[in-house]
């Protein structure tokens, strides 16, 4: 059995060990949880310990027959950009459930569900990056909306059904669309060396170009809407807006990634040249996400739809690093993927902390917080520079790379992009000068400061957003001979660098 | 001369078993005094119909066409079909044994006097064992006959009980009576297209059986607008059965009006059984002539799924949105019939059975949610339900996404290997329109759970009952089922792939 699927059974194992803990015993629930998710930790850091950055093939590798007459198997393995998100979404997991202690008390069902859903996603989440079988994949990519339907619609605020409701049919009406996709490439598969859904095969499938087109589509457009570009953004902000704190971060922190992961791993992988015909419309659809989430963000009067709006910029920039077709733009844009739910985890953390505090999520109603709760604006304040890409922190690397890696080919483009930059010191300045200083707002003055626990949650999310800033190598390493092994696959060598005269 | 038929009766024991049963229960029924009447009929359903399937596997590896001078075919699908109808049927009975639900005297008038004395004497009548015996034994008929005559007679002998059955509630009798009836015309009119499509293909062929017609299209001497009057009109008979667009106007109707256990049987098993006739017929008898009906019968799937899941958002009624979903199923398993290939046969045998147990278990559930009248099938009237009854209204649940297609359960599993053989066999538009019109399906599910979980329960008598014994272990098969064969669906799938061949 590899590693892998040892990731994957602890947070089951523990969902199993939950659900038999009785419903009035709700501290016990969160303490089994917290400890599941930092078992599963550990595990994940032994595997990354054992991981050889060297090699570029797929490692920790597994395949037992599934539904044998389909020719499905149960079928894992990761490499650099599969490794640093099941480490990310591995981390997010325990802060999440130590963030919000209290998150699940509002909720319709008991603490124990919401904390059943959390290890259930978790075990999903790290099958969904790890899945080498197209179908296995996609099983996963639809099945883990089930818990996130129920932790929006069970524990989430305000029109919390109907977010829940707007998130599930756009994700199940993408995923359809992959879904006749895979079939497409399934039979085409059958076709010519036997039916598989094994990823490594179906990659050396020789498809025509119509083909591969409507199968690129079907595919992207699934992805899309996960990693929301736009125009299929609409269920984002109403979602981030309606959910607890703890699972927007895993909706936007992990979840999404999922959309960009998939564009990587198999719209690249798979029809690597329908990528490269749609290559210009998607780096215009990202510059256009990449803009109009950053003016939205700007308008925006309420913390965790300004959030949302920020991550539909980030993804523009990710979704562009990885159609720039650079080793470097693809580099860029896993590890922006990575610091996105690092830095957007630490917003929603803050963000979720005061709105608890101030029972308001209107900007407005915040003022003057950084005399009143030092250590809560001083967080969110780190959060908003690295949302901002200051220099120092890990998304300034990564957005970086993206940019860099986008000028060699589309220096246009590139240009564009680096407008969201300015447009981001815009939103996130604004937002903390309106909250942060100044003076107290009326209503403000008894808040109270982070208290122990959350402090130490949201502790190692600060100090990997510096760490990183400052020393992004490791993930680098792991990162870049499997971005090289894309784009090599995919058939393109990085542009020669121009020569200054 | 006249010479006595030869009949291999082990081959045909299944049937001639069920068929013994419902005779055994007609003089239980005239006989039996009333104390241990019911228990008497439930036994002896039970038993023919674990007797009829312990035969099936007796046979499982004959393959035969003269069982019965060449009008029954045993062969790979005719043995799984009917030991499908049987599981299902036995599903069915469990939940029918729930006589509450029935018309104490059914020729009593509604309303009347002698109404209300048999139901003050407990004078509980249980026809209904043997009506569901006749229908069943029809229901095995129908996909293993190969000549029109012994297809017509089949589904003669499977829509008349259906029609009386149809008319048995005990509460809101002149609803269920007006389905009846609507049943009995709607039905007999399809019957009458059979017929004359079978007597259009006769002329055209001058044969019966459906390979003597598979040959006459392939030789191309006859008369083609007689080969197209017949298909079309045959056709029309079976799509009728299927319950597809534009000839399932009267399923919400019939399945709104029947008492409930016997919709869940009729939704289930006839169209296993219609399915199974369709696809032996499609496949063995008009394959050749597959340009003629390919494009209309496209049309007609495309058609059906979309009506289908667009009509289910609006109803209000559990039981017509159920009707609904079983149209827009019917409009997917009919890309089976399309395929015509292995893949396709393979696939409609695991959707049948995976279809079969998940609407058994959601019409099911809807028998437990009561108020001091009855049922209560009015949607609004669920609202909440989750929190009064979390675990009925999580079954439910995973029934309803099963119904749309969500991964892990049976239902997408079924769609995927439909939509797979449909792929294969050059039929993109229909796995397009299907993947969508699941979407929309998926919306009106959602809508459904939305309301059990996620609605504050209104100030309303509505109640879950606690289900009888057999009722509680048939929903759980059902949802194991649904689950198992989601998760591990090999099981089923190898089964499915063993059995997909007919005999011609």
Redesign the interface.
Known sequence: MSIVTTLELLPLLGAVLLAVIPKSNAELAKRVALATSLVTLAVAGVMAYKFQVHDSAMQFVQSNK?????GINYAVGIDGIALVLILMAAVLVPVVILAGWHESENG?WSAKVFYILILILETMMVGVFAATDVFLF???F??M??PVY?LI??YGRGE??AA??KF??YS??GG??M??AI??I??IA?NQIGHTFDLAQLSTLTIDSATQNFLFLGFFIAFAIKAPLWPLHTWLPTAAKSATPGTSILLLGVLDKVGTYGMIRFCIALFPEAAKTFTPMIIVLSLISILYGAFLAIGQKEINGLIAFTSISHFGFITLGIFAMTSQGLSGATLYMVNHGFSTGALFLAAGWMVSRRKSSNIEDFGGLQRVTPVLAWTFFLAGMSALALPGLSSFVSEFLVLVGTFTRYPVAAIFGTTGIVLAALYVLIVIQKSLHGPTTPGNEDLKDLNLREKISVAPVIALLVIFGFFPKPLLDAINPASHTVMTHAGVTDPAPKAGK | MFSAPVLNYSLLAPILIVLGGALLGVLVEAFLGKTIRATAQLGISLGSLVLAFVQIIRIHSERSLSAAVNSVAIDGASIFFQGTVLVLAFIGILFIADQDNFAAQASAIPGSEEERSAIQTGKQQTEIFPLTLFAVSGMMLFPMATDLITLFVALEVLSLPLYLMAGLSRRRRLLSQEAALKYFLLGAFSSAFFLFGSAFLYGYSGSLSLTGIANAISAGNGNDIFLLIGIAFLSVGLLFKVGAVPFHSWTPDVYQGAPTPITGFMAACTKVAAFGATLRIFYVGLSAAQWEWKPIITTISILTMAVGAIAAIAQRDVKRALAFSSIAHAGFLLTGVIALNKAGL?ASLFYVVAYGFTTLGAFGIVTLVRDSAGEVTDLNRWVGLG?KSPLIAGTFVLFL?SF?G???TSG??GK??L??AA??SGN?LV??VG??S??VA??FY??IV?ML???EPTSDSVTVVIPSVMTRIAITVCAVVTIVLGV???LL??TA?TFANFLA
């Open positions: 599934w539904i044998a007459s389909f319709k996609y099983v996963i639809e099945a909306l089930i129920f619609g069970g919390r059904a829940a409701m599930l049919l199940l009406f359809l669309l879904l006749a079939i497409g399934y039979v059958g | 393979q929190k996404i749309a969500i991964p892990l997408f599993i995927f290997s939509f797979n792929y294969e993109i796995v397009v993947v969508l699941s979407a998926a919306f959602l809508r939305v979980f996620f609605t591990y669906p090999s799938l190898n792939q």
